[in-house]
């Protein structure tokens, strides 16, 4: 009989999207981290993947080391919890499991240029008809209608040209522009299409009413950047100075202490001046240039200098303890390693070791988010290319991949 699948899990889902169904047909990071997120959340998502080539399957199979030759360590980060059945839309067999799985779905979800999608028939209107209700969600470079909704877009140009790579010339210290040494554009607009996802099937539980969502990469990390940095140029006329003063500054950093480093932010009016007698400069908060929020803000290079200063006079232990003590907001600086040691992260079960029968064991990132009522849960290991493809194609009544020639 044909339909969604019954997907069979060897834990049960149990987060506030369980029964959510989306089609997903994204690939590298972006749509992943997103379709990541619906999963841990319990929504039932089936990742399609296209099998031919040298290196078949979400290139992010390939990246790093694997136990198995197609599961990577970004992939297994990205792609636990979803089924993964292999078609290439261009073939009409294929096209038919594809066509027949969308019947079915809420959400079809792509990163897919929607020239490609056109060419494959399966762009909003064609999808439309085969299902009125769908909430098709198209994660694109560029939006429609401007110079550049042609062009392919990655992390590395959306940092580069929503003016996020110039902060770090802005700042002083690198002397030229540089990219953020984290996928933090693809991340980033992967969480504006989660929220973009969720805000249309609102609109649809209320309504009926499916929609067409674009999550353009480029105008969604501008907006991230600039809701800080259009700083001067906020208001008509501008001053031309854009960038947020305290966070532009090069004195903004975590602070040596006298065995490490450590992060400090004193916030408030009492627990700067707090601070500032704690480390033996009681008064500074007297002088004009440090008296209010807005003078502080002036001369934030003089107050980071200031802070770096008192900070050298202790250990990170004992600056730790005492502005624990008196409630001002510090935290020990962690290199990359000590995350994974991390007493609160490993107090809250935020670093699990799983054992998948073709992975064998590995290290898996809880759900950062608590729900009372319907917890997000890791239920599958991430599948190996193609592992659900005789359940997928046997539930919606069409041949298996060997008998469908």
Same mark, same amino acid.
């Given at each position: 009989?044909?339909?969604?699948?019954?997907?069979?899990?060897?834990?049960?889902?149990?987060?506030?999207?369980?029964?959510?169904?989306?089609?997903?047909?994204?690939?590298?990071?972006?749509?992943?981290?997103?379709?990541?997120?619906?999963?841990?959340?319990?929504?039932?998502?089936?990742?399609?993947?296209?099998?031919?080539?040298?290196?078949?399957?979400?290139?992010?199979?390939?990246?790093?080391?694997?136990?198995?030759?197609?599961?990577?360590?970004?992939?297994?980060?990205?792609?636990?919890?979803?089924?993964?059945?292999?078609?290439?839309?261009?073939?009409?067999?294929?096209?038919?499991?594809?066509?027949?799985?969308?019947?079915?779905?809420?959400?079809?979800?792509?990163?897919?240029?929607?020239?490609?999608?056109?060419?494959?028939?399966?762009?909003?209107?064609?999808?439309?008809?085969?299902?009125?209700?769908?909430?098709?969600?198209?994660?694109?470079?560029?939006?429609?209608?401007?110079?550049?909704?042609?062009?392919?877009?990655?992390?590395?140009?959306?940092?580069?040209?929503?003016?996020? =790579?110039?902060?770090?010339?802005?700042?002083?210290?690198?002397?030229?522009?540089?990219?953020?040494?984290?996928?933090?554009?693809?991340?980033?607009?992967?969480?504006?299409?989660?929220?973009?996802?969720?805000?249309?099937?609102?609109?649809?539980?209320?309504?009926?009413?499916?929609?067409?969502?674009?999550?353009?990469?480029?105008?969604?990390?501008?907006?991230?950047?600039?809701?800080?940095?259009?700083?001067?140029?906020?208001?008509?006329?501008?001053? @031309?100075?854009?960038?947020?003063?305290?966070?532009?500054?090069?004195?903004?950093?975590?602070?040596?202490?006298?065995?490490?480093?450590?992060?400090?932010?004193?916030?408030?009016?009492?627990?700067?001046?707090?601070?500032?007698?704690?480390?033996?400069?009681?008064?500074?908060?007297?002088?004009?240039?440090?008296?209010?929020?807005?003078?502080?803000?002036?001369?934030?290079?003089?107050?980071?200098?200031?802070?770096?200063?008192?900070?050298?006079?202790?250990?990170?232990?004992?600056?730790?303890?005492?502005?624990?003590?008196?409630?001002?907001?510090?935290?020990?600086?962690?290199?990359?390693?000590?995350?994974?040691?991390?007493?609160?992260?490993?107090?809250? @079960?935020?670093?699990?070791?799983?054992?998948?029968?073709?992975?064998?064991?590995?290290?898996?990132?809880?759900?950062?988010?608590?729900?009372?009522?319907?917890?997000?849960?890791?239920?599958?290991?991430?599948?190996?290319? @193609? =592992?659900?493809?005789?359940?997928?194609?046997?539930?919606?009544?069409?041949?298996?991949?060997?008998?469908?020639?």
């Amino acid at each position: 009989m044909s339909g969604w699948p019954e997907l069979k899990w060897d834990v049960e889902p149990t987060g506030p999207l369980k029964g959510l169904k989306i089609l997903d047909m994204s690939t590298v990071v972006l749509g992943p981290f997103a379709t990541l997120n619906f999963a841990d959340m319990g929504a039932e998502v089936i990742k399609v993947e296209n099998d031919s080539g040298k290196f078949p399957g979400d290139m992010m199979r390939h990246a790093g080391d694997s136990p198995t030759g197609d599961l990577g360590p970004i992939f297994t980060s990205l792609n636990r919890n979803k089924k993964s059945i292999t078609l290439n839309a261009k073939e009409e067999a294929d096209k038919a499991v594809i066509v027949e799985l969308l019947k079915h779905a809420d959400v079809f979800f792509h990163n897919v240029r929607l020239a490609g999608m056109e060419r494959l028939g399966l762009d909003y209107e064609a999808v439309k008809a085969i299902n009125p209700g769908i909430v098709y969600v198209h994660c694109a470079g560029f939006g429609q209608g401007g110079d550049y909704s042609h062009r392919q877009a990655y992390d590395d140009l959306i940092q580069c040209s929503s003016g996020f =790579a110039s902060l770090f010339e802005m700042r002083g210290d690198s002397g030229r522009p540089l990219y953020m040494p984290s996928l933090v554009a693809d991340k980033t607009i992967g969480l504006f299409a989660v929220n973009a996802t969720l805000a249309a099937m609102y609109h649809k539980e209320k309504t009926g009413e499916g929609q067409f969502v674009q999550v353009p990469m480029f105008e969604a990390f501008t907006w991230f950047n600039m809701v800080e940095n259009l700083w001067g140029e906020t208001f008509i006329p501008g001053n @031309g100075k854009l960038a947020y003063t305290r966070s532009i500054n090069p004195n903004r950093k975590p602070y040596p202490t006298k065995d490490g480093y450590i992060g400090l932010v004193p916030y408030s009016d009492g627990q700067w001046e707090t601070f500032f007698e704690l480390g033996g400069k009681p008064g500074v908060f007297d002088e004009p240039r440090f008296a209010t929020y807005s003078e502080r803000t002036k001369n934030i290079t003089a107050l980071y200098a200031l802070i770096e200063e008192i900070a050298s006079t202790k250990t990170t232990n004992e600056w730790l303890e005492l502005l624990d003590e008196h409630n001002i907001p510090a935290m020990r600086y962690n290199q990359m390693t000590d995350v994974l040691k991390d007493p609160h992260l490993q107090q809250v @079960g935020f670093w699990t070791e799983r054992e998948g029968e073709k992975i064998g064991k590995y290290r898996s990132i809880k759900h950062p988010v608590h729900y009372s009522a319907s917890p997000a849960n890791v239920y599958a290991d991430p599948p190996t290319l @193609g =592992a659900d493809n005789d359940e997928i194609r046997n539930a919606v009544g069409l041949p298996k991949a060997d008998d469908a020639s």
